[in-house]
């Protein structure tokens, strides 16, 4: 492949220099370009995607394929839950990551194929205004979702979240991030990108105002605005969850004294009601039996209820930590460019290609851990494909 592209090259070379007469060749590894010829830029896009890109493009369309998979069965089975505020803003959280993974990394490895040959400059604006659009609603999602949670759990008597009010406000943070993520349409956009080969000079979609000092004080205050919203976020969602945690243990803790009091007073012959014991045919009354088994059924009902909010909580607590720590990836990649020689980034630059777009592993990884967490997640989702098995069972012996 690589015999047939350079000998392809070097003809090129050659017509043009029995035409022109003024070919003057570039080297670039095995190839002679001619800078007169836009199809070495072609060829020499190509060569950069299949020597730095292939890692970055292969961990984004197993994300991508994860994410779109799984954040369509949320869809399905989030639907299933009790209708609650919780259940709400969690739906439209994974709307949000369903659109990340089914558009945005398309998207995305559309830039890093042509990263020097980009098609169109509405592509680009659509696609980075798309991009920091599902990353700050999905993450502004997480912030109340952590604010609802420790309402729920460490002040059940207080304020809670409405039904109406989820709904109200889940409209309100699409307004409110669309009109944050506009400034991304004027940021960037297709301009030339430094190949560095003299004289030959690419398209891609890159940040418009670099270079530019009148116009990077712009880009800086975006950049430190989002940072600063998103440091905030992070506060925010640390102290709820830290919290909510101590909460959670000290009602494990309660549960198991009176479990263990419980057991106690059974081993006894004591009846929990009565200040004093009682003998084995007395607390076997069917009065008190009715009693003492109604009793353990509420308790149940009740632990039902106080497990199935802690594990849900336990699960939108991983999964907010996984949507901090991709974007810990991200700016830890934006640190080592910065703080990283030409010489020693070339040597890096697959890793850096991966860790920069680290804020697209929530979207992915979410379902992911729905499944692994929440009992009821699996239990729905078996009840979902047992009833499809079932219908397309009916309909084979209805034909029959």
Known sequence: MEVNTTQRLFKDI????ITTGSYQPITTGSYQLNTTDS????ELDLQNFLNNDIPVTSILSVLSLLGVIGNLHAIVIF???????VTILILWMVVVDFVTCFVCIPLELVQIRFTFTYPSDELCKFTRFLTHYTSL???????IISVERRQKICAPFQWQLSLERAKILGVV??????????????????????VNIAGL????CVNVLRGKAESMSKKYSYAILVFVVSIIGFFICAVAYIQIVNVIRKQLRAEKNRTTQFLDGMSNNEDPASP?????????????????????????????????SRTLTIMLLIATGVSYAGFILHVSAVIIRTATTKEAFEGIQSIHAVLLRGYFLHSSVHPIIYFIVDKRFRTECKNVY?????SFSVDHVDKE
């Open 386 to 390: 047992r009833s499809i098995i079932m």
């Open 201 to 204: 000079v690419g398209k891609g």
């Open 79 to 85: 639907r299933r839950y009790p209708v609650s505020p």
């Open 39 to 42: 199809n070495n830029l072609v």
């Open 173 to 194: 943070v699409f307004i409110l991030c669309a009109l944050i993520s506009i400034p991304s349409v004027f940021l960037y956009g297709l301009s030339e990108r430094s």
């Open 137 to 143: 609603t999905a993450g502004t999602f997480l912030i």
């Open 14 to 17: 050659r017509n043009s220099t």
């Open 276 to 308: 004093g014991p009682r003998t084995r045919s007395e607390s076997l009354t069917p009065e008190i039996w009715d009693q003492f088994t109604s009793t353990i059924q509420r308790r149940k009902t009740l632990q039902k209820r106080y497990k199935d």
